[in-house]
């Protein structure tokens, strides 16, 4: 136990050398911009980008493109008169987050015990019969009193809520049917970048006919939207403290 908590301290201490490198780093650019216009990125092709990694998706299988004689329609296409609504891997379908939660609980509790507990010999050996006796020998042996109470309250009020749309691919068709979805939308605002995540199971015969399904109708759902920069950073304890919450025991 002892061993792992060293370790844990190392490992604190190198990741807190290292935040401390690089804000160092970001503290030099930002001196060096003060008075001046932020300057637009230039347009330049994304593929040539350092860390550059091509999407890589599930796909459904190829399948061999067959025409019929006398037919304008190639087998297996996309037409006008064919279901538009997600069914393979690859397909995107819109989900509509809907998240209503609101919950109000109030408990009390009350305990109370009182105990007396008195013990004690009147005549011991004649002893009120001698004088002596009874400056030495205690009336009462055991005299025991004991009170306890507590009482405890807790309430909750909560109340939530998150409507936005949120695209999705789907990733794997599963043997009964249903389609396993999931969706990833990153919104960025100067330093501060919102990120929300959908994924689940759904249904084909609950998504709608302009190809949204309602994220109630998901099973297995897992809905998370937060955020992380400038603010996020402020908001959270710094990494000294973190480390000191994981440490002292008191």
């Not at 809905?223 to 994981?246: E, F, L």
């Amino acid at each position: 136990m002892y061993a792992y908590r060293i370790n844990r301290l190392i490992l604190a201490g190198a990741l807190f050398a290292l935040g401390t490198i690089a804000s160092g780093c970001s503290s030099i650019d930002r001196l060096s911009q003060i008075g001046e216009q932020p300057k637009l990125s230039s347009i330049d092709n994304p593929t040539t980008q350092p860390g550059y990694k091509p999407v890589q998706m599930p796909m459904p299988k190829p399948e061999v493109a067959s025409y019929s004689p006398n037919s304008l329609w190639r087998n297996g296409s996309r037409a006008f008169f064919k279901d538009q609504r997600a069914a393979r891997m690859g397909d995107i379908l819109t989900i509509t987050v809907n998240f209503t939660d609101k919950a109000a609980i109030a408990n009390e509790t009350q305990r109370s015990r009182t105990n007396s507990e008195d013990s004690g010999i009147t005549n011991f050996l004649g002893s009120q019969t001698i004088t002596q006796a009874n400056k030495i020998l205690p009336g009462r042996i055991l005299t025991a009193d004991s009170s306890a109470s507590s009482d405890g309250k807790g309430s909750v009020n909560r109340q939530e809520a998150l409507q936005t749309n949120v695209a999705a691919v789907v990733t794997q068709v599963l043997p009964n049917g249903n389609l396993v979805v999931e969706g990833k939308q990153e919104i960025r605002v100067n330093f501060e970048i919102r990120e929300l995540i959908v994924a689940g199971i759904v249904r084909p015969e609950d998504i709608q006919s302009d190809n949204t399904i309602d994220s109630s109708k998901i099973a297995q759902a897992r809905i998370a939207y937060g955020g992380r920069g400038q603010i996020t950073d402020v908001q959270q304890p710094r990494y000294g403290q973190q480390v000191m919450d994981v440490l002292l025991p008191f």
